[in-house]
């Protein structure tokens, strides 16, 4: 019995990290309905791992689910992206400051090859990289904080964060700018200056948000009813 368990726990997974890498990547668009069936040819996993793995994405906020059982992926709003991007102003830049102080010579080195594959795929505009690369460097220097109550508030946000940081990946003009502030955090970690890495990162969202909040408003002044759609073909 034990080992069914564990093979059923693992199925799950998988298909959960299957799925959540199609939604925040915008694979599966927002507003498409996910049917088990489908994702059971694509996977070859029976049908209960799939719900399981659908009851953690709900629960993500990646997905929604009808009473009637229906499941779509999340529609992005405005105000949700700003609601967070608050939690967001709140919560990076302190652990920026507490990372630039704790971190270990080990996570340094770690942090340092992340930022130089992250510039080695700015050049090659490779935005799916760039976009897994992204949420590692802003999650790992969450843990490097090492405050387990401000790494279990981002734990809870990460999804949707990772959703929306990489929704501002695709504006084309960000990318380089957003490389450049990621080195300029970096740097302040390395030397271990916690207030000019707190007030960097402070800056790096406030800019994110400042991006996405005009392309969406330039997209509302045309009436695009779809805001992803927008910012792929700027």
Known sequence: MK?????????????YEY???KIVNGIIPPGQRIVEEKVSQETGVSRSPIREAIRRLNSDGLVSVSPRGGVRVYRPTFSDFKYLYECRLSLEPTAAYYAAIRMNEKKRNHLKNVLEEMNLVVEKRDLEKLKNLSTQFHFFIVEASENPYLMKMMNQLNSLMSFYRNEVLNIPMRVEDGAKE????????????????????REHIQRDYQF??????????????????????F
Do not use: C, P, R
């Open 19 to 21: 799925l959540h890498e």
């Open 3 to 15: 080992s069914k368990v564990n093979q059923s726990q693992t199925l799950q997974h998988q298909v």
């Open 182 to 201: 990621h080195q300029a955090v970096w740097k302040a970690i390395q030397i271990k200056d916690g207030k000019a890495a707190e007030e960097l990162m």
């Open 212 to 233: 996405y909040s005009d392309m969406y408003s330039e997209a509302q002044s045309k009436n695009i009813s779809s805001f992803s759609k927008s910012v792929n073909n």
